[in-house]
């Protein structure tokens, strides 16, 4: 079945700079590929997605890019900001109408002001 | 409701009871999940519904879990026996299966279940 691998583990970022987590997937038939943020204690948020048939997406200060070929796709978020301190989960999926997720372990993001 | 609903939030129970856990999905949904997350981990899959079918039950991890969802909306999980290494928060979510657009996945606030 498909694994989701995610680094780092723990990410620390002064406020301003630039954070970029990775995530590697198994399966080649996997074809969407969500981002997750859940604060301390609350329920998991999708921040941004993105389908196989595009290499990257941008919405404000957050972008993913994918590459299909090497099976690896990234969050980049730039300027960050104390608020965006979470866990942010990668995940992968297959099928038309979505079928299960697999997440990866997460990222603990700090933004320290 | 606006959202996805889960009862109870918290339970505390002793090892080898029973507990069911309660979902309500947000309405018009017809994709339901069920996930446990374990301290510092990601979301686990359990089970995925399609309906009122279990369309993929691969994340079950052995035959005292199960999971129904007889009118295609609300759905309880249901552990059996259950063992201190049971605890863990359960998440639910549900989506509108099909969509073109996106293929989000509504995450209620979960069911945090302790076994003592």
């Known amino acids: 079945g498909e694994n989701v691998e995610q680094h780092p583990s723990t990410l620390s970022v002064q406020e301003g700079d630039s954070a970029v987590i990775k995530c590697t997937y198994s399966d080649s038939a996997s074809n969407y590929f969500p981002w997750y943020k859940q604060e301390l204690g609350k329920r998991p948020q999708l921040i941004i997605d993105i389908r196989s048939n595009v290499g990257e997406k941008k919405d404000q200060r957050i972008a993913v890019t994918l590459n299909k070929t090497a099976k690896h796709f990234s969050l980049h978020i730039t300027e960050t900001q104390p608020e965006d301190s979470a866990v942010y989960f990668c995940a992968a999926s297959k099928g038309g109408s979505q079928g299960n997720l697999i997440f990866g372990k997460g990222t603990k993001l700090s933004v320290k002001p | 409701g606006a959202g996805v609903s889960q009862t109870p939030s918290n339970k505390v129970t002793e090892k080898g009871k029973y507990v069911e856990l309660r979902c309500d999905p947000i309405s018009g949904h017809t994709a339901l999940y069920w996930y446990r997350q374990s301290l510092g981990q990601g979301p686990e899959f359990l089970i995925y519904f399609q309906g009122t079918g279990a369309a993929d039950d691969s994340g079950l991890p052995n035959d005292r879990f199960f999971a129904v969802r007889p009118e295609g909306s609300v759905s309880t999980l249901k552990i059996q026996r259950t063992e201190r290494g049971d605890s863990a928060v359960y998440l639910c979510?549900?989506?509108?299966?099909?969509?073109?657009?996106?293929?989000?996945?509504?995450f209620g606030e979960g069911s945090r279940l302790t076994v003592l």
């Open positions: 979510a549900s989506s509108f299966a099909g969509s073109v657009n996106t293929g989000e996945l509504f």
